[in-house]
């Protein structure tokens, strides 16, 4: 039961910041439900690929700089690698057999939707035929995330099976 707890914990997380979370946030996240996870160890997740690289956004007002931001489903993925790790997987072993591109399929998916924000943007006033597109073009690029996603995890866990197996 605590599985689902955390499971829609993380759902909440990742409605709640659609734009993504800071460092600290995340680290606030992960003491919220109990794992321990310092601005030193995420930064070395980060480095070894392990997390996904931020996303530099500027702050409201003038001269006011910018913050890196992560996927908000960065809190669930170092749940996996902290989990991994209890199961005796070494980094490298994670980096190659589970997250191998994991980060690179949370990064199409916010590239393709700060394009098709753009292109919505743009369509305003559009004859309907070309509004029509870019709603499908984004229906379609939700089905490639998904699918991506799910072949990732369906890897992930052949390898995990491969690994109970030996």
Same mark, same amino acid.
């Given at each position: 039961?605590?599985?689902? *707890?955390?499971e829609?914990?993380?759902?909440?997380?990742?409605q709640?910041h659609?734009?993504g979370?800071s460092?600290?946030?995340?680290? @606030? *996240?992960c003491a *919220?439900?109990?794992?321990?996870l #310092?601005?030193a #160890?995420?930064?070395?997740?980060?480095q =070894?690929?392990l997390?996904p690289r &931020?996303?530099?956004v500027?702050?409201?007002?003038?001269?006011?700089?910018?913050?890196?931001?992560?996927?908000? &489903?960065?809190?669930?993925?170092?749940?996996l690698?902290?989990?991994?790790?209890?199961?005796g997987?070494?980094? $490298? $072993?994670?980096? #190659?057999?589970?997250?191998?591109?994991?980060?690179?399929? @949370?990064?199409? @998916?916010?590239?393709?939707?700060?394009?098709? &924000?753009?292109?919505?943007?743009?369509?305003e006033?559009?004859?309907?035929?070309?509004?029509r $597109?870019?709603? @499908?073009?984004?229906?379609? &690029?939700?089905? =490639?995330?998904e699918?991506?996603?799910d072949?990732?995890?369906?890897?992930?866990?052949?390898?995990?099976?491969?690994? *109970?197996?030996?």
């Amino acid at each position: 039961m605590a599985v689902l *707890a955390k499971e829609r914990k993380h759902d909440e997380i990742e409605q709640a910041h659609p734009e993504g979370l800071s460092v600290q946030q995340i680290v @606030d *996240a992960c003491a *919220a439900s109990g794992e321990k996870l #310092t601005e030193a #160890t995420f930064r070395k997740y980060v480095q =070894l690929g392990l997390l996904p690289r &931020s996303t530099r956004v500027g702050k409201k007002g003038k001269h006011r700089g910018s913050q890196g931001l992560y996927p908000a &489903s960065t809190v669930r993925q170092i749940q996996l690698i902290r989990r991994l790790m209890g199961q005796g997987f070494t980094i $490298e $072993e994670i980096q #190659t057999r589970f997250l191998f591109v994991a980060g690179d399929i @949370d990064a199409l @998916d916010r590239q393709i939707e700060r394009m098709l &924000s753009q292109l919505e943007r743009g369509v305003e006033g559009s004859d309907e035929l070309i509004r029509r $597109e870019v709603e @499908d073009a984004r229906a379609l &690029s939700q089905r =490639l995330i998904e699918t991506l996603r799910d072949v990732e995890r369906r890897m992930s866990v052949q390898a995990r099976m491969e690994r *109970a197996a030996v």
